[in-house]
């Protein structure tokens, strides 16, 4: 097990490009790089990785994972899986983490190396379900900016980065379509525990978290170190639970030296 407290600070970008399509066909001139996926977390888009992307630049063919077409009646996993090549990697935020087990959990042979990003393997629990139900009530009654308004404090640590990624990571949340907001919500509340998966999987294993988190804490993170000790442990001093937003740059570091490590 590696565990390793970074202190330095980098800057941080404002992520505010438009929101990518799923970028699943790669340019001809990548096709010589190792394939990384990033997904994104609940009510959020590509735009959450747009500084990690920029520093994986002539490492790896980024493809960015949207929720769009994720539906309450479609295999979304499936779908995924179908339309990548046969070996990638994986970068999962937050919910994009715990999809990022399940691809493993279908596919295990298909994924090189997996990076977990303020996430955890733990199956759904009661309370989630109950805050999974609570959050789309919200939805329906009062739109996704009350989601997001509610939420955003929780996301992170210092309130000059709330302030600061505000209007994204509202912009994010109004984007998401009605269809997909509830499938992010009910996969949240019924997701599988995925401490198995992460356990028999071979790869190099990269676990990033903010020492802050209130949300995916560092408990959780430890609970992942057991199930997998070869995994490396990253964890930011200052920073809460938006990490590639809040500590871009430290993010982006971390991402090249899991690239690379064997």
Same mark, same amino acid.
């Given at each position: 097990?590696?565990? *390793? ?18 970028? %699943?066909? /790669?340019? =001809?001139?990548?096709? @010589? ?14 735009? %959450? ?6 520093? &994986?630049?002539? #490492? ?30 994986? +970068? ?9 087990? *399940?691809?493993? @959990? ?8 997996? !990076?977990?990003? /303020?996430?955890? $393997? ?19 009654? &009062?739109?996704?900016?009350? +989601? ?24 994010? !949340? ?7 907001? +509830?499938?992010?919500?009910?996969? !949240? ?15 190099? +294993? ?5 020492? %802050? ?13 057991? /199930?997998?000790?070869? =995994?490396?442990?990253? *964890? ?8 590639? #937003?809040? $500590? ?15």
């Amino acid at each position: 097990m590696g565990r *390793e407290h970074t202190a330095f600070d980098g800057d941080i970008d404002r992520a505010g490009a438009s929101p990518a399509d799923d970028e %699943m066909r /790669a340019p =001809a001139h990548a096709s @010589r790089l190792p394939t990384v996926i990033m997904i994104p977390g609940t009510l959020c888009d590509a735009r %959450m990785f747009v500084r990690q992307k920029r520093a &994986l630049r002539g #490492l790896a063919d980024v493809r960015m994972i949207g929720y769009d077409k994720l539906r309450p009646t479609c295999d979304w996993a499936d779908m995924v899986l179908a339309q990548l090549p046969a070996r990638f990697s994986i +970068v999962g935020f937050s919910l994009g983490g715990l999809w990022a087990l *399940e691809l493993i @959990r279908r596919a295990p042979h298909r994924v090189e190396r997996l !990076a977990m990003v /303020a996430s955890n $393997a733990l199956g759904a629990s009661v309370v989630g379900r109950r805050k999974s139900a609570w959050l789309w009530k919200m939805w329906r009654a &009062l739109g996704p900016g009350a +989601v997001a308004r509610h939420v955003k404090p929780d996301y992170f640590h210092h309130t000059r980065q709330r302030l600061r990624h505000a209007s994204l990571v509202h912009d994010m !949340a109004m984007r998401t379509g009605r269809a997909a907001a +509830v499938s992010e919500f009910r996969w !949240a509340a019924s997701r599988p525990d995925g401490s198995a998966t992460l356990a028999a999987f071979q790869g190099p +294993v990269l676990l990033v978290s903010g020492a %802050m988190d209130r949300l995916c804490t560092p408990a959780m993170q430890m609970a992942m170190v057991r /199930a997998q000790p070869r =995994a490396h442990w990253v *964890e930011l001093p200052r920073v809460g639970h938006f990490v590639p #937003l809040e $500590a871009g740059a430290r993010l982006a570091d971390a991402l090249r030296h899991w690239l690379v490590r064997s």
